[in-house]
């Protein structure tokens, strides 16, 4: 399963991006600043999959998921967190 982490500035389109890949209609709250993570499952629609299905005609077939982790609080606070080191002062 892959995992994808939703981050960056505010009103950027993060919220709307995650509920529509994960058909997720309750929006992330922000906590402030805390670091609170929402988990969604996007399913991966693949031809390739229905194809192979009504080849071998399994008892069940299962989609590609995608693990997405949206991050509720604002960017500075984020940021804060890291490294500050820039290529300037290695």
Known sequence: MLRTA???FPSSGKTTLFQLMTS????PKAGHGKLE??????RVPDARVDQLAELYQPKKKTP???NLTFFSPSLPPLLSTCSTATPANR
Do not use: K, P, T, Y
């Open 6 to 8: 939703l981050i960056g």
């Open 64 to 66: 590609a998921r995608r």
């Open 24 to 27: 997720q209609h309750e929006a």
């Open 37 to 42: 993570a929402v988990v969604g499952v996007a």
